[in-house]
């Protein structure tokens, strides 16, 4: 893995304007080419779009020109001390890139990927249990039930940090001797770390992040994990979501990708729950509980993921 391409693709995204199409964008045509992303920069505009297919690459060749090598530098060595420190980084175009984020977000999928803990959880069996912050009484047994049951069973857990039911699912789940993913709205070098050093030593929580390392948190970011949540997900449960709150988003990303949702709204949802439950998610809850057994059941059914397109260009 070559850190100044990691970097490159990272000071690429510094650049106003760009996102994760035209960080991948740049990983594909550094292939189709067959050199280096750091390489891309180096190269003159009129020059790299004549060697590039037909397309538009005008917002890439003019980002590329835009990347600075100061910040290019910087960044590397942020990613030497992460990779120093025990972490991972795959690239969309990497091999070993994780095949259920290829599967189920195709182009939308994140350009790199930093892991931080056991990497074998990404592609394990899971389920993801999300919700409120704010959470019921009710609502967060259900949670550490639903987390209880997957860990007991050998399924991953994963969900997104947050207070209430994320960190009920996280903490339950390594209580009963399981393993969980927690996929960070942030960069791994501004996720306050110590908060799961007692996890992280023990072997038994995975730090994912789809965002540059040093990026803080911001709305757009804890939208778009959402995404990648219900992509390492084999089955979505999402407890109490609300209208505007990214649990809701979460279900609604499984059920695009073909994954079974299971929902248990809460009092004050703005009728999100029932949203949820018209456009194909089932009841999490049965007489007020979670029926251990049907849980797990769902996890054995055939996959009927969605593929999603992918394209080089």
């Given at each position: 893995m070559n850190t100044r391409d990691v970097a490159t693709l990272l000071a690429l995204c510094h650049v106003s304007g760009v996102g994760n199409a035209t960080a991948r964008r740049?990983?594909?045509?550094?292939?189709?080419?067959?050199?280096?992303?750091?390489?891309?920069?180096?190269?003159?505009?009129?020059?790299?779009?004549?060697?590039?297919?037909?397309?538009d690459f005008d917002t890439l060749v003019s980002a590329l020109?835009?990347?600075?090598?100061?910040?290019?530098?910087?960044?590397?060595?942020?990613?030497?001390?992460?990779?120093?420190a025990g972490g991972r980084v795959f690239l969309a175009t990497d091999d070993d890139y994780p095949a259920k984020l290829t599967l189920c977000l195709g182009n939308d999928a994140p350009a790199f990927l930093f892991c931080f803990g056991d990497i074998a959880q990404l592609d394990a069996p899971s389920a993801a249990v999300v919700g409120a912050r704010k959470v019921s009484a009710e609502g967060a047994l259900l949670a550490a039930k639903c987390a209880r049951t997957f860990a007991e069973a050998g399924v991953?857990?994963?969900?997104?940090?947050?207070?209430?039911?994320?960190t009920i699912a996280h903490n339950e789940s390594a209580q009963a001797?399981?393993?969980?993913?927690?996929v960070l709205p942030m960069g791994m070098?501004?996720?306050?770390?110590?908060?799961?050093?007692?996890?992280?030593?023990?072997?038994?929580l995975t730090l994912v992040s789809q965002f540059p390392l040093s990026a803080v948190w911001q709305t757009v970011h804890a939208v778009t994990r959402n995404a990648t949540i219900s992509a390492f997900a084999d089955v979505v449960c999402v407890i109490e979501p609300r209208k505007a709150g990214g649990s809701a988003r979460a279900g609604r990303c499984g059920?695009?990708?073909?994954?079974?949702?299971?929902?248990?709204?809460?009092?004050?949802?703005?009728?999100?729950?029932?949203?949820?439950?018209?456009?194909?998610?089932?009841?999490?809850?049965?007489?007020?509980?979670?029926?251990?057994?049907?849980?797990?059941?769902?996890?054995?059914?055939?996959?009927?993921?969605r593929p999603k397109q992918t394209e080089l260009f």
């Open positions: 740049a990983l594909h045509a550094a292939q189709h080419l067959g050199v280096s992303v750091f390489y891309l920069t180096r190269l003159e505009p009129q020059r790299l779009l004549e060697r590039l297919p037909v397309g020109q835009r990347t600075s090598e100061t910040v290019i530098d910087k960044v590397e060595s942020e990613v030497q001390r992460f990779l120093s991953t857990v994963v969900s997104g940090g947050a207070e209430g039911v994320d001797g399981g393993k969980t993913v927690m070098l501004n996720y306050p770390a110590p908060a799961v050093a007692d996890m992280l030593e023990r072997g038994v059920l695009e990708q073909g994954k079974i949702v299971l929902v248990h709204p809460g009092a004050d949802d703005g009728g999100m729950g029932e949203t949820l439950f018209r456009e194909g998610a089932l009841p999490l809850a049965q007489d007020g509980d979670v029926d251990a057994m049907r849980l797990l059941r769902f996890m054995s059914e055939p996959p009927q993921t």
